[in-house]
């Protein structure tokens, strides 16, 4: 069964203001139009998956979820039920294949993901979602006390799922909390979101050796970002 990421889900109250910040942060405008379940949605083709953002009923920009495609699903995206009530759906592509053909002026090569953070309180619950039943491939599960507790990393299409389990919380509180871009030379991206009015701090080490980063200041939306160049 061959899984990618489809969509990454991003909810926010008032699309029109949402969506200028991250034109910015993109350089390129969006395809506006309607997501498969009627919502009004800005859309963004990246180079391993596409950044959907839809008006929702939310107080505050949030990861709402993501949508996983598989070859075998239909048209239509499929909600995949589970014990920490993620917004986790299967779909066969058909929007997004439709999207990146018709609406080149919406794609953009500069920045791909590079994983989205889940914070949960039960990992295995997550392994049995996103490893048992979808068959995205768990390339590591580690603890690491200083990092924030177990660590799973889900990898598929160059995309990673990196899961944190803390015990602080409730019995099922799990929700997508970040996102992180990778890029090709990060001093050059930093410079042009400069020249756009995108708000980056300075350049550091990251945690894997070899890579720089810098955190996402200003169009975010809020959402915790990070924009990564990997190790050479």
Request: with cysteine.
């Amino acid at each position: 069964m061959a899984v990618t990421f489809d969509r990454i889900v991003i909810a926010v109250p008032e699309l029109g203001a949402a969506a200028e910040q991250y034109q910015q942060l993109f350089a390129t405008p969006p395809f506006m139009g309607e997501s498969l379940q009627g919502q009004p949605t800005a859309r963004w083709g990246l180079p391993n998956t596409v950044i959907e953002m839809v008006q929702g009923t939310v107080g505050q920009p949030c990861v709402q979820g993501m949508v996983l495609r598989l070859p075998e699903a239909g048209p239509l995206d499929q909600a995949m039920p589970n014990a920490m009530e993620l917004d986790v759906r299967i779909c066969g592509g058909h929007s997004t294949a439709n999207f990146r053909q018709l609406r080149a002026e919406a794609q953009y090569a500069g920045l791909s993901v590079d994983h989205v953070v889940l914070r949960t309180t039960d990992a295995q619950a997550c392994i049995k979602l996103f490893s048992d039943e979808l068959g995205v491939r768990l390339a590591l599960d580690k603890t690491v006390p200083e990092w924030g507790g177990r660590m799973l990393f889900f990898r598929t299409g160059k995309l990673t799922l990196e899961v944190i389990e803390s015990d602080k919380g409730g019995a099922s509180d799990s929700a997508f909390w970040g996102l992180a871009y990778q890029c090709a030379n990060l001093a050059t991206v930093v410079r042009d979101l400069g020249a756009r009015g995108v708000s980056v701090s300075s350049l550091r080490e990251g945690r894997k050796p070899g890579t720089l980063v810098a955190t996402l200041k200003s169009h975010g939306l809020g959402i915790p970002t990070l924009l990564i160049q990997p190790a050479t």
